[in-house]
């Protein structure tokens, strides 16, 4: 479905099971209202979002005390309105919305409709809600609120309102790829989100542009957790001798430096899949060929976005679907166009990259940390990359986040704000008098992320 300004817009949320139908309408340009049932949604499962003291840096966060304020961390549909249509997926629709109370706290809101899915599709639904569960890092999206209502998911999120890393690429004259020092900042915080994300034994499957947003801030935020799998991983400290190449003053690689460094490796050297999925274009050698792959198809797949970046195609892309992945599969090897100055060290990390078997294939027996020293990602600081300034591109105008709702907005503002102090000063309070709710059963996720809420009815069974 493709969003029109000029249009009114009318979404159903129709519950066949229940006969109740959750309409969102609008009746001005591009806001739409978000009406429901709010009797229903009290007796429905929801899920609240985390509590900031959980997490102690989370009382920071501004979305995370908008959403205490306004809700007292217990959210509903009801305080959410829904601004605009972003996209469609596989799995559901994504809405722009914004707290009724507050429209400067802007969210990201995917609809699930559970009725509409097969039970693959499900098990996909599953695994993105288990993944978004975990995730507690700036290149990877905040999970602020999990909402079940009737045989809807809905899944609370940060809104990026700068596009996506492939939308950016078409921008670019003659399709040719973005600037170096850009491809080198968007793939070290794709890398960075990536270890993040091994680190927790995730194995992500579904590298690409498209999956790449970028935040109001011009930092990444990569999307889409539905194809990952989990698997165990053993963080250990190792201790090498690194073989490290330097330059001379001239510039130009002299005989590398040998040097013994330990080092944290969490890197899930153990995963195992069978199951074939991804993007063509992507797909690692192994996944092509069904034997069973790891985490290294996440590392073929970072040397192939580092190439479409830098060249603006995919290194195998052939006529059809089919000879691309003959292309990946078959003994060629990868061929850069361009190898001067900088791009020389580009083209030699995806050569090591795009090594079609993964025990040779760079980062999959350490992960980041290998890729890290690779001279491609010289000078970057990483425990600082996060307060790089994001480059200028041409196409990227960077949209600051505003709601189309502007009436009484230094009220609201002025309000959320008051409404945030008083949080503050009385958190112990709000916090105890919210778990005490006598109707309400919670339940901390595994990672202690954010509380599940069930409602609960006066016989102690779950309403569902
Ligand atoms: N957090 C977000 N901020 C801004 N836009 C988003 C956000 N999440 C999704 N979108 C937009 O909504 C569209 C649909 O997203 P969704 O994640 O459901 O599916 P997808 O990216 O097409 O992938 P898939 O179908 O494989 O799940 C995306 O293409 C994107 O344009």
Redesign the pocket.
Known sequence: MSMDDDTDLEFSFTSTTTDRTFTTSSSARSSLTLSFNESLLLSTTALAPAPATTLHHRKWDPHWSAIMAATHGNLHLSHLKLVRH?????????F?CHLRDCNSAT??L?VIDKDSLTPKKLS?VQM?AEILSMLVHPYL?TLYARLDVSHYTCLL?????N??LHALLRKQPSNRGLPLHAVRFFAAEVLVALEYLHALGVVYR?LKP??I?LRENGHI?L??F??CFKADVVPTLQTNRVLRPTRNRFGCFRSPDEEELTEFVAEPVTAFSKSCVGTHEYLAPELVSGNGHGNGVDWWAFGILIYELLYGVTPFKGGSKESTLRNITSNKQVRCHVAEGAAAEARDLIEKLLVKDPRERLGCARGATDIKRHPFFDGINWPLIRNYKPPEVRGLVMKRITSNVTHNNNNINRRCWWKKLAVFTKKNKIITSRINYQNLSFRKNNNGNYYQYHYVNSKGGKCV
């Open positions: 972003l996209g469609t997926g596989n799995l559901g629709r994504v722009l969210f990201a995917k996909h993105e999206p999120i940060d809104y990026c309102p596009g996506d579904d498209e999956n947003l935020m999307s889409d539905d194809l």
